[in-house]
């Protein structure tokens, strides 16, 4: 077993899959932004005619988007598998070594291939346009509908502000638990309802992550920090073009897809068309927990942690969601909007507020490059926040998003 270890850009991961003489290649996800990077690479592999099965993972992935989309990139052969966990890549890999992968993929197509969905998704890939053409017109009138429902709020200040430390005990109230518990450290339910698992992972869970708090704490491993502003901004096609608040300048300009269906949405939508002569609102954030997170974990793995290691990395990537959660937060508040979010945390996190934040690597908001606009303008590397020659953010544990305020924006797919 060859660990070539994080962020590997993908000449360094074929590279070492010659070299070696690789009998399956390996990639792992946590953040949602590498299944972007996975599925580039899988394209990459596939120009150069490489049919090396690989094996894909990790908290950020679901099976359905490797059995489908990761499949398809990887050319004519597929040769991708969906592994859940460490247990699932062990048989994954004998079943690579004893020459049963390709029986097994087809036996997972074949499940597959029956589904409602699936028969749908073929149907829409045959009909679907390369390119949807834009109704400049009808779009002003679908913006102008949605103009109704929702007054501009004005924005206590123009430009980026700093949140230079936030405590960790700050931010514990908005970690998702069941995803750090299940997803990130691997507490599995093992046939117990939800109830009970919750009230188990209370008991015997959370008192690990409390002291592993404090011990990030005590010993300055995570440092949460965040920059975040509001500026004008009006919608044009299918991009969002941001505005210089005191020259009215052009000085930024976000493109994002739009949904095939007849209709269909795109993040744009929910800002005021630019022919309407008004300006509507955006906010910007981007967060980080420092990259001290990734440098004690792999000293922890160098030294065999394991355990310490797994625990670590998993708080430390929760942490900079919470962190994201914590900002969002307070650009609501100080937009007026903060007594619209659900009382209830749970809810609260499952975007049980007004609007909604995407983040650079989604399926409505893809493009990473967009993110080196967005840490210019609001002067990222005051807090340490860089982009890799990838446009991945460095340090790992950060994210960005944009910051939608129009009531009917949520989450949807492209």
Not at 44 to 57: N, S
Request: glycine content about 8%.
């Amino acid at each position: 077993m060859i660990n070539l270890g994080i962020k590997q850009p993908v000449e360094d991961i074929l590279k070492a899959a010659v070299e070696h003489k690789a009998d399956i290649i390996g990639m792992s996800g946590l953040l949602v932004k590498s299944t972007v990077i996975m599925r580039e690479n899988l394209i990459e592999m596939t120009k150069r005619g490489m049919t090396t099965p690989v094996i894909l993972g990790g908290a950020a992935l679901t099976r359905k988007y490797v059995e489908e989309d990761c499949v398809d990139a990887y050319g004519t052969c597929g040769r991708v598998a969906y592994g859940r966990d460490a247990f699932d890549d062990l048989e994954l890999i004998a079943k690579a070594m004893d020459g049963t992968f390709d029986a097994y993929l087809a036996e997972r197509q074949a499940k597959r291939a029956g589904r409602p969905s699936n028969q749908r998704r073929e149907l829409g890939r045959a009909k679907r346009p390369t390119e949807r053409p834009v109704d400049v017109e009808a779009l002003a009138l679908r913006r102008a509908e949605l103009a109704k429902m929702a007054d501009v709020p004005k924005p206590p200040f123009w430009g980026a502000k700093t949140i230079e430390e936030v405590p960790l005990k700050a931010l514990i109230p908005f970690v998702n638990e069941r995803m750090l518990y299940q997803f990130q450290w691997g507490y599995k339910k093992q046939g117990k309802s939800l109830a009970d698992w919750t009230a188990w992972a209370a008991k015997e869970v959370r008192p690990i992550f409390h002291d592993l708090v404090a011990r990030c704490e005590r010993e300055q491993i995570l440092k949460a920090q965040a920059v975040y502003g509001f500026w004008p901004c009006a919608s044009d096609g299918d991009a969002v073009v941001v505005f210089d608040p005191e020259t009215d300048a052009e000085v930024a300009r976000f493109g994002f897809p739009r949904q095939s269906a007849e209709d269909g949405l795109c993040i744009a939508d929910f800002f005021r068309d630019i022919g309407s002569g008004e300006r509507d609102v955006i906010g910007l954030q981007a967060v980080t927990v420092g990259a001290k997170a990734s440098e004690t974990a792999r000293q922890w793995f160098a030294a065999d942690k394991y355990q310490d290691y797994l625990y670590l990395h998993g708080v430390s990537v929760e942490m900079a969601e919470a962190m994201a959660e914590y900002t969002h937060k307070r650009i609501r508040a100080e937009l007026g909007f903060a007594a619209e979010d659900d009382r209830d945390i749970e809810k609260m996190l499952s975007q049980g507020y007004r609007g909604s934040r995407y983040s650079f690597g989604y399926p409505a908001c893809p493009n990473l490059e967009d993110q080196a606009a967005l840490l210019k303008l609001l002067g990222a590397d005051r807090i340490g926040i860089t982009l890799s020659d990838e446009f991945q953010l460095e340090p790992e544990q950060s994210t960005s998003a944009i910051v939608v305020i129009h009531p009917q924006a949520k989450y949807f797919g492209v």
